[in-house]
């Protein structure tokens, strides 16, 4: 089925564009490409493994700082942000952001990478320190514009987007912020792919407790924890999930013991999950057919041995909701249009996990966007970006944020 976009936004689209102060912007994006490229070298060699990012945040807000943004602050969350004021003084504000972390540990970048025919090879290039540069080359060209805008606009770096980080630089910013109406979520480097849809997840540990002793003296005396995890796996691994919406779940890790006791009933055993679904009930649903395989896992070995009981704790890593919102959503019709007219053919993403996740959760419209250029290798140390056409990036990002934002006296918000 061929997708529309309505008369209204492509009218807006139009208008936004065909301003003097828009494409003075545009163009000025495509000649301050180097100055982007800068800032991404810049950052990638100022590592920021997740929940250790103070130091690349405290970079990118003096990047934000020297552009003059006002309240300029690395919040109590490790985000880093600063405020382009609106001419409407509505009070709300749009958000354009990229995440400060990434997947690596210090040590994993050990020098600013050299360009081979524009391709640059380097752990988190791409993933997510393009989307940084994204960031403010937008605000550059917003600056040399002269454009006001009506509503207010973040320029943001958060902090922990990835792994266990669960989104939480994202989730805490909204919390302590309930005055966006909009939300660009800039990660690697593609730029014909939306994502507006949020992916839930949960990722959490089950550790099961038994008194212990020896294989051989306590055998027949005492359960044993690692049998109990053993049978909540093997019970966990028959639950079926729907393949729409899509549901899945994964035992990821199992670890009891040591070798030094490898001749031990061990009083502790731990199963690790991840578990996702585009929709929260049905990941509500596993999580309760999970917690009673663990509770029958538990019940089962304790009546095995009828000597002490099996007891188990769940500790919870990553919490993110399931979030949706319209294929035909003004912010995702759009974002199409832009892609379009960009030349490209635009893929909707109808899932995922990114920094759209909170605000979409929360019914705020987002859309998760790459910041220009092409990548490969992501998440290892063979992470390559290329930088060819990758001004387009933040092109697009600049004329979506023109129309979330509003312009004084010209354009209304598509919001």
Known sequence: MEYVVSKQIVETY???KG?????????????DEQNTLEDQLDLVVVEAPTFEEEERAK?????????????????????????????????KAIVIEAHL??????????????SQDGVYHCPGIADDTRGLAAVLSVLRAFNHSGIETEHDIIFMGTSREEGMGGFGGMQDFLADHDNIIGCINIDGASIDTITYQATGMKTFAVNFYGIGG?????FG???????????????????????????????????AGNDAGVHAIVP?????????????????????????????ACAEETARWGMDTITYDIETYVDVKAGTQPADAPIVQATYALIKDAGLEPVLG????TNANPPIAKGIPAVCIGGGGKAGMVHTTQEWWDSTDAYKGPQLIYLLANMMAGIAGVSKSIL
């Open 214 to 218: 020896h294989a051989y003296g306590a």
């Open 268 to 296: 502790q055993a731990t199963i690790k999950m991840n578990m996702r679904s585009d929709c929260q009930v049905e990941l509500d649903i596993l999580y309760g057919k999970v917690l009673q395989c663990i509770k029958e």
């Open 101 to 114: 972390d990434t997947v690596f540990p210090k040590g994993t970048v050990t020098g600013r990478p050299e």
């Open 19 to 31: 301003l003097d102060a828009v494409q003075k912007g545009m163009e000025f994006i495509k000649a």
């Open 59 to 91: 970079a990118f807000a003096d990047k934000l700082a020297a552009l003059g943004l006002e309240d300029v602050q690395v919040d109590r969350h490790g985000n880093a942000f600063g405020i382009r004021r609106g001419k409407g003084k509505t009070g």
């Open 350 to 353: 109808h899932g995922g996990n």
């Open 14 to 16: 139009k208008l936004v």
């Open 221 to 255: 005396k005492v359960a044993n924890p690692l049998h109990a995890a053993a049978r909540a796996v093997a019970k966990i691994a028959d639950i079926q999930v729907p393949a729409s919406p899509k549901t899945t779940y994964a035992v990821s890790n199992f670890h």
